[in-house]
């Protein structure tokens, strides 16, 4: 499966960004999926995930509550509702996807997804 993210932008500080996910090559219905996100001079750390059947959502506790991942595999693709943006949200924001079993075990382990998409920069301004 290959995966194109999109819809980053400028934004200031409380608004609301949504970003998406195209998935092509493969049915996208078979992957567990990711966002992930890496902020200038920091390393990649993990935003939210979902499960291939949507049964079940995890995100990090500093997006929780403000960000909700989403996906519809009928149109291959993932999305990530961010709302109450603050400027510590801007970074390059990356999908990635996974057929790994144990999954709820390492949803927030980035060595487990085989699969990335190019990022979409999103900038908060305060």
């Known amino acids: 499966v290959q995966l194109q993210a999109s819809g980053g932008g400028l934004v200031q500080a409380g608004d609301s960004l949504k970003l998406s996910c195209a998935a092509s090559?493969?049915?996208?219905?078979?992957?567990?999926a990711a966002w992930f996100r890496q902020a200038p001079g920091k390393d990649r750390e993990f935003v939210a995930a979902?499960?291939?059947?949507?049964?079940?959502?995890y995100y990090a506790d500093v997006v929780k509550g403000r960000f909700t991942i989403s996906r519809l595999n009928a149109k291959n693709t993932l999305y990530l509702q961010m709302n109450s943006l603050k400027p510590e949200d801007t970074a390059v924001y990356y999908c990635?996807?996974?057929?790994?079993?144990?999954?709820?075990?390492?949803?927030?382990?980035?060595?487990?997804?085989?699969?990335w998409g190019k990022g979409t920069l999103v900038t908060v301004s305060s």
């Open positions: 990635a996807a996974t057929s790994t079993a144990s999954y709820s075990s390492r949803y927030y382990n980035a060595e487990i997804y085989h699969t």
């Open positions: 090559g493969r049915t996208f219905g078979n992957y567990h």
């Open positions: 979902i499960r291939r059947s949507a049964d079940a959502t």
